[in-house]
């Protein structure tokens, strides 16, 4: 089915150790972001790209990196995890920035660093 | 800064109420307005996308409205079923997608 594609589901890390968060759409969609979701906090935005080879800061960046090499991919970098960094993480995707055809969402991954 | 701001928090109804979720937003200057549900454990889910220039959406028992002079969105639910039981968020599309922090709703049989 078309939408978007997260992996892994599930991860438990240690503190300092890093690893990639995937991504992938196949709507052929610019927009791209990374949102975290916390209790209380709400969903907050990460990183987003707005097409290949563009990348920007969201809300919440520190101690993330993305890239855009393709249209499809977005993945998401944890350089260093620490234990802030549990949290459920969401790929959102949508035709562009002002979209007119709403964001549609991955299903998500649980990160928890110990 | 963009800001929203959905009430109440929480929200528990019997079985087969109409009822009403509230989004509020400060910066007009926006593209369209999104409502989303989440079931606990899960993804999000898009109900309803109102675009800047509509006034309302409609999908089944869900309609949508929205004022962007006053900074307002409702979500009005007819007919509540415990199946609705969820959480309900609203986001805000103006370059960014800025959410709600979201109305939990229980509806009981």
């Known amino acids: 089915n078309a939408g978007v594609t997260q992996t892994p589901k599930f991860q438990v890390l240690k503190t300092g150790q890093s690893m990639t968060l995937q991504c992938a759409q196949d709507?052929?969609?610019?927009?791209m972001s990374w949102y975290r979701q916390d209790p209380g906090m709400g969903l907050r935005l990460i990183h987003y790209s707005v097409g290949a080879g563009i990348t920007d800061q969201g809300e919440v960046p520190n101690g993330y990196n993305v890239s855009r090499s393709t249209t499809e991919d977005f993945p998401l970098r944890l350089l260093s995890a620490a234990p802030s960094q549990t949290s459920v993480y969401f790929c959102?995707?949508?035709?562009?920035?002002?979209?007119?055809?709403?964001?549609?969402f991955g299903s998500g991954t649980r990160l928890t660093v110990v | 800064k963009q800001e929203v701001t959905q009430i109440p928090a929480a929200l528990s109804v019997p079985e087969g109420e109409n009822l009403v979720l509230n989004c509020s937003f400060t910066?007009?200057?926006?593209?369209?307005l999104q409502w989303f549900r989440q079931d606990p454990g899960k993804g999000l889910t898009s109900l309803l996308l109102?675009?800047?220039?509509?006034r309302e959406q409609t999908s089944g028992r869900l309609n949508a409205s929205l004022d962007k002079s006053s900074g307002r969105s409702t979500l009005y639910i007819a007919a509540s079923q415990p199946g609705d039981s969820a959480t309900y968020l609203c986001?805000?599309?103006?370059?960014?997608?800025?959410f709600g922090q979201g109305t939990e709703l229980s509806v009981k049989p």
């Open positions: 109102i675009q800047s220039s509509q």
């Open positions: 959102a995707s949508s035709m562009n920035r002002q979209d007119n055809y709403g964001y549609t």
């Open positions: 910066d007009s200057a926006i593209y369209n």
């Open positions: 986001a805000v599309q103006g370059g960014k997608l800025i």
């Open positions: 709507m052929n969609h610019e927009y």
